[in-house]
């Protein structure tokens, strides 16, 4: 089991599964949400259990996504795709070890100006 929470607690998460590979998304719309780029894991949602969810706002970024955070300290939670079963859940919300690291960054053609990725993984353009 996997848990956390956002920066003022308010929000907890528990996932009773092992986590996948997450990874690093360089979009637009992750930039200007996170305020770099947004790592996150799919989790299906029958694992994903949140305390505190009167917390979460949620912001219809697409017809299709929504994205969740914490009402009260506005940390980035969720990533939603409304109509599949599974939520993608930040990286940043999970206490200690996750035993999981990133497998591919995704939308680098919207990345920022001001990085570089140069880790070798792979890199797919959308």
């Known amino acids: 089991m996997h848990k956390g929470s956002c920066l003022c607690g308010a929000v907890q998460i528990s996932v009773q599964d092992e986590l996948s590979q997450p990874n ?3 979009c637009t719309a992750c930039r200007k949400q996170s305020g770099h780029f947004g790592a996150s894991v799919d989790v299906p949602r029958s694992a994903l259990s949140v305390i505190g969810e009167e917390h979460v706002r ?4 697409s017809e299709k996504v929504r994205r969740g955070f ?8 969720f990533w939603d795709p ?3 079963d599974w939520t993608a ?4 919300v999970f206490d200690g070890q996750t035993d999981t690291s990133l497998s591919m960054h995704i939308f ?3 990345k920022g100006d001001y990085y ?3 880790d ?7």
Do not use: F, K
């Open 116 to 118: 570089t990725i140069d």
């Open 108 to 110: 680098v053609a919207e």
């Open 82 to 84: 409304i109509h599949l």
């Open 24 to 26: 690093a998304c360089h």
């Open 70 to 77: 914490c009402s009260i300290c506005g940390a980035t939670l």
């Open 120 to 126: 070798g993984l792979p890199q797919n353009e959308y």
């Open 89 to 92: 859940v930040a990286m940043g």
């Open 58 to 61: 949620w912001y219809r970024s």
